[in-house]
């Protein structure tokens, strides 16, 4: 009886009901969203980052910091037995060097970076370097260096490098290909040789900064293996604040919705004090009118899911299909060129639909606490508040 | 016409030959002076040349510049094409592995102090009151954004100890007459694995001097100019440093006093002397 009663009571509400319900659906639509496009960002930037550059962790000296240009050259170690005899497809040795680049004789400082030509556990386009025939030191530099250093293919560059032991060397490299690299991180700033040159030009042979794998191979003397997630720390803590900013997002949305819905529920229980009075006089316990009361708000909870569900699949199925442009933030280190698509947690998502359903019940449970507690007989004449 | 007729030869004719042969004898005596005096120019040459020994040119190259102690006050001008930055700076210098430097303008430099200590610098700055050790591989940066390494700036291995020396060839600089002396390094650690050194053999003092990469390509160029007495010791009033991998930048080091052997205080090469 009591069910139906709200329910009757709901619909009478009309507009205003139907405003609070579109309020709190788009309010859940928004979350789902923001969660999701975190989500998605996350993923793709894993993605990228793993079929670019970590894989499956990292062995290199535990000192070894990519940060810190000025110490590549003291952590590098020969590459061991174990890691030597893996094959092509489950690693891949790296050597990072300092070095300077002088186009049209300009001074631009540079990371040379060589990489087994061999390996296919990375998916970098560095063909061209295999294949290359010239008499050249032949180079491939990203797009974004390109236009940093105004180079194009078949250009020649000077380098400026130090060899091992500290010798300086410069010699007049080929730009072979400028290509576009998905993780900016390989882009900017990088000169990309073949491994067997750079430890020809620096004199380190058998050396590398670090060995990529595939998975990890144990612990390996004087070595330290770094977990993906290690790896990609940064973007990990990134996708957390972005996470905790939408979260603070949704919150205030929530809140607005929550108000709209106690402030209807306040409206209800002043212009419904007559009707509230009467039932009490007739018998109604209040427990039973604040239960009627909540079933109203809380109808407006479940109408708000629902609605959540009919805005929000073709929403998002529109929107998979298009991804959110970020080409504009090309020249920053994000390592994700192409949209972003959603990636929806069940888990996350059935969270979020119970919190915004405990918020609406909890911010209608308020005012009919109120109304339980009023004299009937006041209430009858309209001056229970 | 008759037999005696047909034997006698005309006066001017014998005339005319006898001139020919005085102007053949004439123009062999030249053509040997001439001769006599190209080889004895080019034996002079070339005794000269074999009189040089390369090494002990490079060392008295090496004496003349370096000295127990050294103070210079001096002036660094950094062009980087654009704008001409100069600070003017005092150093100490203690035989090759101590120096202590002081900038005293402009007003951004001001107090800025490097100590040098074997092969450790510590660079102190007032805005920040502290003093950072730059070792390693930060000594291979940029000098205050000259076109000289705090390493270029703090050499301190004599030429003639770090390199081998051979006398190359005779070339004119600026009208002086230069012996050009190429070096290769002796040590795969030292910086540039070769120079070459134009030297006038006279004065024992360097004119120029070019540094290589290993590859062999011209990395920076430094020039030497208006040499000047102090007391018994010639030293340029300047010093001109060009990295010759890019366009239009120089860095000149201008020597306005410089006295040497005197006594330094031991405080200038402690690191207490850097605070402000």
Known sequence: MILQAAWKNFCRQGLRAILNVLVAALTLVVAVFMVSLVNGFQDQSSKNLK???????????????????????????????????????????????????????????????????????????????????????????????AKKSNLNKGDFVVLKWRDKYGAVDAREIEIIETVRFVNPRLNDGVVWLGLKTLRDMTRRENESSWVTVKSNQGEIKELSFLVPDVLMKDVIELAKHDRRNSMIMWIILMVLCCISVFNSQMLNAFKRQKEAGTLLALGMTPGQLTKMFVLEGSFT????????????????????????????????????????????????????????????????????????????????????? | MNRKGALRVPQDKLRAERKMNMLSNHKIRSVVVTIFLGISFFSFQNSYAQEIDPWKLLKAVDDNLWSNTKIISGRLSVDNGRRVRTMSVDTWMEGLENSYSFYKSPAREKGTQMLKIQNKLWLFTPRTDRKILIAGHLLRQSMMGSDLSYEDMLEDRKMSLSYDVILEKWEDVDGVRAAVLYLTAKDKEITYQSRRVWVEAKEQVVLKEERYAKSGKLLKRVTFEEYKDYSGRLFPKRMIFRDMLKNDTKTIYHFDEIQFDKDIPKKYFRQSILKR
């Open chain 1, 51 to 145: 079929k670019t550059d970590v894989a499956g962790g990292h062995y290199r000296l535990a000192e070894f910091d990519i940060l810190s240009p000025t110490e590549w050259e003291d952590f590098v170690f020969v590459t061991p037995p174990e890691l030597k005899k893996m094959s092509s497809d489950e690693k891949a040795e790296v050597l990072v060097q300092q070095g300077q680049l002088f186009p049209q004789n300009r001074f631009i400082p540079a990371q040379i970076r060589g990489i087994d030509l061999e390996q296919s556990l990375l998916e970098l386009p560095l063909g061209s370097l295999k294949s290359y025939k010239g008499d050249s030191i032949p180079a491939i530099i990203g797009t974004k260096m």
């Open chain 1, 301 to 385: 909870a479940v109408g708000a899911v629902v609605l959540a569900f009919v805005l929000g699949i073709p929403f998002f199925s529109w929107f998979q299909t298009v991804g959110l442009d970020i080409s504009h933030l090309k020249d920053s280190t994000i390592p994700v060129t192409e949209n972003i698509r959603l990636v929806f947690d069940p888990k996350q998502i059935v969270n979020c639909l119970l919190t915004a359903t405990l918020m609406i019940v909890f911010a209608s449970w308020l005012p009919a606490r109120k109304i339980s507690r009023i004299d009937p007989s006041r209430a009858l004449v309209g001056k229970a508040f």
